[in-house]
């Protein structure tokens, strides 16, 4: 094994143009993530054509921050890793051509990287290694997902979203209650010191036992909650509410009602998963791992569980490089390189 191997990740599958550089599987030595949180700000969601335009504008800049900071040169870079699949594919495209240049022209080894599959891999980064075989949930702006893990590059799908990714609903929801963009982040906030029971949300858990999730029923639960009827001058007079007719403090209550269904629903998912296939590790990666609510109840579910719970430290929750350069690394261990015809896929291919 090349334990010491210095690999530089690129990840542009979405809104942020990450590079990293890691030693070894763990041990991050830069990462550096441009936002595009503003730029998106103001249409309430993530904009292809924007987003990969902003990419093209910050990927240079992002790696060359990234090797500066490592402090290594691309003559000490053992091989370039780039996050290949699933995302938008103008984003991916963007990273991946960045990824094919540097490592022809420095003559590395590329290695392609399943963005999802890096996250699950995220509790690692500057942390113990991972005990498998594990559970590992996987919640974003674009996918909710449970995988039965028994190695870092052996992962099963167990479930996944059939609508609305948990992200994806967050954002719906702010926007709704106009909260603001990213919805992870507003919702959460506003959340904070609400009453999580004052609205009785529904639980979405599918037929039987399903692992799969839905979250856009949910999402219309609380349009149709804020909407109601109000009486107008007479009793012919009905008018739908909107965010004004609450107060801070009701809307507040509605965000964390909503924030409090999803995170039940995440829950159940994960203790169905590990009844399923006896694991003792739970992994959460993702931006919605992120979620103050989510995290301390999966905390109390996984002691519950006798489970070891692993958690990404916030800055590893987000779309991120150095989660790609560490995943990578088992890949470059075992001589699974790619060659310069890499392409990059909207959906899971492998």
């Not at 060359?64 to 495209?93: C, F, H, R, Y």
């Not at 028994?150 to 967050?170: I, N, Q, W």
């Not at 409090?260 to 629903?265: E, H, S, T, W």
């Amino acid at each position: 094994m090349i334990d010491d191997a210095v690999i530089l990740g690129i990840e542009s599958s979405c809104d942020e143009t990450g590079a990293a550089v890691l030693r070894g599987p763990r041990v991050v030595l830069s990462n550096v993530v441009a936002t595009q949180i503003d730029i998106h700000a103001r249409y309430g969601g993530v904009v292809p054509e924007i987003a990969s335009r902003a990419h093209l504008e910050a990927v240079n800049a992002v790696i060359d921050q990234a090797l500066a900071k490592a402090g290594v040169t691309p003559a000490q870079i053992d091989a370039v890793a780039v996050a290949n699949e699933p995302g938008l594919i103008g984003s991916l495209l963007v990273g991946l051509m960045a990824a094919k240049t540097l490592a022809w022209a420095w003559r590395k080894p590329i290695i392609g990287v399943n963005h999802v599959y890096a996250h699950a891999y995220s509790p690692a980064l500057d942390a113990d290694e991972i005990e498998y075989p594990a559970v590992a949930l996987v919640a974003s702006g674009g996918h909710t997902a449970l995988y039965d893990c028994r190695s870092p590059m052996d992962l099963h799908l167990l479930g996944k979203t059939v609508d609305d990714a948990a992200g994806e609903a967050f954002d719906k929801v702010a926007s709704i209650l106009k909260l603001g963009f990213p919805g992870g982040p507003a919702v959460d906030k506003a959340a904070r010191n609400a009453n999580p029971s004052a609205v009785k949300f529904p639980r979405t858990l599918l037929h039987g036992q399903s692992l799969d999730f839905s979250f856009s029923g949910l999402k219309t639960a609380v349009l149709y909650h804020l909407r109601g009827t109000s009486g107008g001058r007479n009793e012919h007079e009905v008018r739908a509410k909107d965010v004004e007719d609450y107060s801070a403090a009701q809307i507040a209550d509605i965000a964390a009602s909503f924030q409090a269904a999803v995170v039940d629903v995440l829950k159940t998912k994960m203790r169905r998963a590990v009844k399923l296939t006896g694991a003792k590790t739970l992994l959460v990666g993702g931006g919605v791992s992120a979620n103050s609510a989510l995290r301390k109840a999966l905390e109390i579910e996984a002691s519950k569980l006798s489970c070891r719970l692993r958690m990404p430290p916030l800055k590893y929750c987000v779309d991120n490089a150095a989660m790609v350069a560490g995943l990578a690394h088992h890949y470059f261990n075992k001589g699974m390189v790619a060659q310069l015809e890499l392409d990059a896929h909207a959906t899971v291919k492998r």
